[in-house]
Protein backbone atom coordinates (compact mmCIF):
# COMPACT_ATOMS: atom_id res chain seq x y z
CA UNK A 1 0.00 0.00 0.00
CA UNK A 2 1.22 3.60 -0.75
CA UNK A 3 0.89 6.25 1.65
CA UNK A 4 -0.22 9.60 0.73
CA UNK A 5 1.76 12.79 2.00
CA UNK A 6 -0.49 15.16 0.70
CA UNK A 7 0.03 18.64 2.69
CA UNK A 8 -3.59 19.70 2.21
CA UNK A 9 -6.49 19.60 4.83
CA UNK A 10 -6.41 20.11 8.20
CA UNK A 11 -9.01 20.35 11.88
CA UNK A 12 -11.32 23.45 12.41
CA UNK A 13 -10.03 23.19 15.59
CA UNK A 14 -6.66 24.67 14.98
CA UNK A 15 -6.64 28.34 16.13
CA UNK A 16 -4.35 28.83 13.01
CA UNK A 17 -3.35 26.58 10.21
CA UNK A 18 -0.16 24.60 10.90
CA UNK A 19 2.83 24.62 8.37
CA UNK A 20 4.47 21.17 6.71
CA UNK A 21 7.40 20.12 7.62
CA UNK A 22 9.77 17.51 6.36
CA UNK A 23 11.09 15.62 8.77
CA UNK A 24 14.48 16.30 8.46
CA UNK A 25 13.86 19.91 8.64
CA UNK A 26 11.87 19.56 11.72
CA UNK A 27 13.51 21.63 14.85
CA UNK A 28 12.02 22.06 18.49
CA UNK A 29 11.08 25.62 17.88
CA UNK A 30 8.52 24.51 15.14
CA UNK A 31 6.55 22.98 18.15
CA UNK A 32 3.55 25.14 19.08
CA UNK A 33 2.09 23.30 21.49
CA UNK A 34 4.05 22.01 24.39
CA UNK A 35 2.90 20.26 27.73
CA UNK A 36 4.52 19.74 30.90
CA UNK A 37 7.19 21.72 32.47
CA UNK A 38 11.25 21.74 32.81
CA UNK A 39 14.12 22.67 31.33
CA UNK A 40 14.17 18.73 29.18
CA UNK A 41 12.49 18.28 25.88
CA UNK A 42 10.88 15.52 23.58
CA UNK A 43 8.77 15.62 20.56
CA UNK A 44 6.16 12.82 19.98
CA UNK A 45 4.90 12.27 16.68
CA UNK A 46 2.21 10.38 14.59
CA UNK A 47 1.02 9.34 11.51
CA UNK A 48 -2.08 7.59 11.24
CA UNK A 49 -1.65 6.71 7.27
CA UNK A 50 -5.37 6.92 6.84
CA UNK A 51 -4.98 9.08 3.46
CA UNK A 52 -6.51 11.71 5.78
CA UNK A 53 -4.85 14.94 6.11
CA UNK A 54 -2.47 16.20 8.05
CA UNK A 55 -0.74 12.82 7.81
CA UNK A 56 1.59 13.06 10.58
CA UNK A 57 1.19 15.58 13.83
CA UNK A 58 3.62 16.78 16.38
CA UNK A 59 3.58 17.62 20.18
CA UNK A 60 6.38 19.30 22.29
CA UNK A 61 6.64 17.52 25.58
CA UNK A 62 8.52 18.64 28.75
CA UNK A 63 9.94 18.15 32.12
CA UNK A 64 12.20 18.51 34.64
CA UNK A 65 15.75 16.81 35.39
CA UNK A 66 15.14 15.30 38.50
CA UNK A 67 12.19 13.44 37.26
CA UNK A 68 12.90 10.06 35.04
CA UNK A 69 10.44 9.75 31.99
CA UNK A 70 9.48 7.27 29.81
CA UNK A 71 7.70 7.32 26.08
CA UNK A 72 4.95 5.61 27.75
CA UNK A 73 4.54 8.93 29.72
CA UNK A 74 5.20 11.38 27.31
CA UNK A 75 2.39 9.27 25.30
CA UNK A 76 -0.15 9.56 28.04
CA UNK A 77 0.20 13.24 29.47
CA UNK A 78 -0.01 14.79 26.20
CA UNK A 79 -3.08 12.56 25.26
CA UNK A 80 -4.51 14.10 28.86
CA UNK A 81 -3.90 17.15 27.95
CA UNK A 82 -4.64 17.83 24.10
CA UNK A 83 -8.30 16.89 24.59
CA UNK A 84 -8.54 15.54 20.02
CA UNK A 85 -6.13 12.97 20.62
CA UNK A 86 -6.95 9.42 22.20
CA UNK A 87 -4.85 6.04 22.75
CA UNK A 88 -5.80 2.36 23.23
CA UNK A 89 -4.03 0.79 26.00
CA UNK A 90 -3.45 -2.77 26.81
CA UNK A 91 -0.80 -2.65 29.78
CA UNK A 92 0.89 0.25 28.67
CA UNK A 93 0.95 -1.32 25.28
CA UNK A 94 -0.16 1.15 22.59
CA UNK A 95 -2.43 -0.54 20.59
CA UNK A 96 -4.28 2.84 18.73
CA UNK A 97 -4.51 6.22 18.04
CA UNK A 98 -7.38 8.50 17.39
CA UNK A 99 -8.09 12.22 16.40
CA UNK A 100 -11.00 14.01 16.34
CA UNK A 101 -11.09 16.03 13.31
CA UNK A 102 -14.29 17.65 13.10
CA UNK A 103 -14.83 18.15 16.96
CA UNK A 104 -17.92 17.05 19.45
CA UNK A 105 -17.64 13.73 21.38
CA UNK A 106 -15.44 11.28 19.98
CA UNK A 107 -16.05 7.39 20.31
CA UNK A 108 -14.93 3.91 18.84
CA UNK A 109 -17.14 1.10 18.52
CA UNK A 110 -16.18 -2.76 19.63
CA UNK A 111 -18.47 -5.86 19.09
CA UNK A 112 -21.52 -3.18 18.06
CA UNK A 113 -21.12 -1.13 21.35
CA UNK A 114 -20.25 2.31 21.40
CA UNK A 115 -17.34 3.09 23.81
CA UNK A 116 -16.07 6.65 25.04
CA UNK A 117 -12.78 7.06 26.65
CA UNK A 118 -12.01 7.56 29.83
CA UNK A 119 -11.34 11.20 31.59
CA UNK A 120 -7.36 10.67 30.73
CA UNK A 121 -8.43 10.59 26.72
CA UNK A 122 -7.71 6.76 27.30
CA UNK A 123 -9.62 3.68 26.25
CA UNK A 124 -8.78 0.44 27.83
CA UNK A 125 -8.23 -3.18 27.61
CA UNK A 126 -7.29 -6.09 29.13
CA UNK A 127 -7.14 -8.11 25.85
CA UNK A 128 -4.94 -7.74 22.80
CA UNK A 129 -7.96 -6.76 20.64
CA UNK A 130 -6.62 -3.60 18.99
CA UNK A 131 -8.17 -5.49 15.12
CA UNK A 132 -11.62 -5.21 17.00
CA UNK A 133 -11.97 -1.27 17.14
CA UNK A 134 -12.95 0.74 14.79
CA UNK A 135 -14.39 4.43 14.48
CA UNK A 136 -17.88 5.72 15.27
CA UNK A 137 -17.20 8.86 12.80
CA UNK A 138 -15.93 8.20 9.63
CA UNK A 139 -14.90 11.53 9.41
CA UNK A 140 -12.55 11.41 12.78
CA UNK A 141 -9.34 9.55 12.29
CA UNK A 142 -8.43 6.07 14.26
CA UNK A 143 -5.45 3.48 13.72
CA UNK A 144 -5.37 0.10 15.55
CA UNK A 145 -4.11 -3.14 15.52
CA UNK A 146 -2.44 -6.22 16.12
CA UNK A 147 -2.35 -9.11 13.55
CA UNK A 148 -4.06 -6.61 11.11
CA UNK A 149 -1.75 -3.89 10.95
CA UNK A 150 0.28 -2.53 14.27
CA UNK A 151 1.36 0.65 14.98
CA UNK A 152 5.48 0.78 15.00
CA UNK A 153 7.69 2.53 17.35
CA UNK A 154 10.96 4.40 16.25
CA UNK A 155 12.72 6.78 18.27
CA UNK A 156 16.24 9.16 18.42
CA UNK A 157 17.74 10.65 21.44
CA UNK A 158 18.00 13.53 19.17
CA UNK A 159 16.42 15.25 16.33
CA UNK A 160 18.67 15.33 14.19
CA UNK A 161 20.16 11.55 14.50
CA UNK A 162 18.72 9.44 12.87
CA UNK A 163 15.14 7.78 13.39
CA UNK A 164 15.43 3.71 14.69
CA UNK A 165 13.12 1.08 15.22
CA UNK A 166 12.69 0.34 18.69
CA UNK A 167 13.27 -2.65 20.39
CA UNK A 168 11.73 -1.62 23.01
CA UNK A 169 8.69 -0.81 24.74
CA UNK A 170 7.25 2.82 24.94
CA UNK A 171 7.39 1.71 28.69
CA UNK A 172 10.47 0.75 28.81
CA UNK A 173 12.24 3.31 26.28
CA UNK A 174 13.96 5.89 28.71
CA UNK A 175 13.50 9.49 27.33
CA UNK A 176 17.01 11.97 27.75
CA UNK A 177 16.60 15.79 26.67
CA UNK A 178 16.01 16.14 22.63
CA UNK A 179 14.92 13.01 22.20
CA UNK A 180 11.89 12.13 19.38
CA UNK A 181 9.31 9.53 19.70
CA UNK A 182 7.88 8.33 16.71
CA UNK A 183 4.53 6.35 15.79
CA UNK A 184 3.35 4.99 12.33
CA UNK A 185 1.08 2.63 11.78
CA UNK A 186 2.05 0.09 9.32
CA UNK A 187 -0.85 -1.60 7.64
CA UNK A 188 1.39 -3.84 5.94
CA UNK A 189 3.29 -4.98 8.88
CA UNK A 190 3.28 -8.62 8.70
CA UNK A 191 4.31 -8.77 5.19
CA UNK A 192 7.49 -7.43 2.63
CA UNK A 193 5.34 -4.11 2.01
CA UNK A 194 6.20 -3.29 5.64
CA UNK A 195 8.09 -0.33 6.57
CA UNK A 196 9.69 -2.60 9.00
CA UNK A 197 10.60 -5.04 6.95
CA UNK A 198 12.06 -2.53 4.09
CA UNK A 199 14.13 -0.81 7.43
CA UNK A 200 15.39 -4.41 7.96
CA UNK A 201 16.86 -5.03 4.66
CA UNK A 202 18.42 -1.84 4.78
CA UNK A 203 20.40 -2.56 7.57
CA UNK A 204 22.51 0.65 8.84
CA UNK A 205 21.36 2.50 6.19
CA UNK A 206 17.64 2.81 7.39
CA UNK A 207 16.37 5.87 9.01
CA UNK A 208 13.17 5.93 9.79
CA UNK A 209 12.46 9.95 9.24
CA UNK A 210 12.41 8.56 5.09
CA UNK A 211 9.34 6.62 5.63
CA UNK A 212 7.73 9.75 7.30
CA UNK A 213 5.56 12.29 5.56
CA UNK A 214 6.10 16.19 6.20
CA UNK A 215 5.12 16.72 9.53
CA UNK A 216 2.77 19.01 11.11
CA UNK A 217 2.92 20.83 14.73
CA UNK A 218 0.06 20.87 16.45
CA UNK A 219 -1.24 24.35 17.04
CA UNK A 220 -3.04 25.81 20.28
CA UNK A 221 -6.79 24.84 19.82
CA UNK A 222 -9.41 27.26 20.06
Same mark, same amino acid.
Not at 24 to 45: P, Q, V
Not at 76 to 83: G, K, T
Not at 154 to 163: A, E, F, I, R, V
Given at each position: MLISCSSSGGSDDYEEPPMSIPFSDLTFDDIN??????? *????????? *?????????????RWKSEEAKRGIDMVYDIVEAYPNLFALVFNNEIGGFGYNLNGGSFAVNLDGNTIMPDSNGLFITDLYNFDDYAISDSEDRWQSGYFEGTWSYWGSDSLGGKLEYSGLSAYARKLVNGSVDAWYFDAEMYNDNSVFYRCMLLGEDCDGRDFFCDVFPVAKLR
Amino acid at each position: MLISCSSSGGSDDYEEPPMSIPFSDLTFDDINFWIGEGE *NKAMLIIQW *NDEKTPAALAWGYRWKSEEAKRGIDMVYDIVEAYPNLFALVFNNEIGGFGYNLNGGSFAVNLDGNTIMPDSNGLFITDLYNFDDYAISDSEDRWQSGYFEGTWSYWGSDSLGGKLEYSGLSAYARKLVNGSVDAWYFDAEMYNDNSVFYRCMLLGEDCDGRDFFCDVFPVAKLR
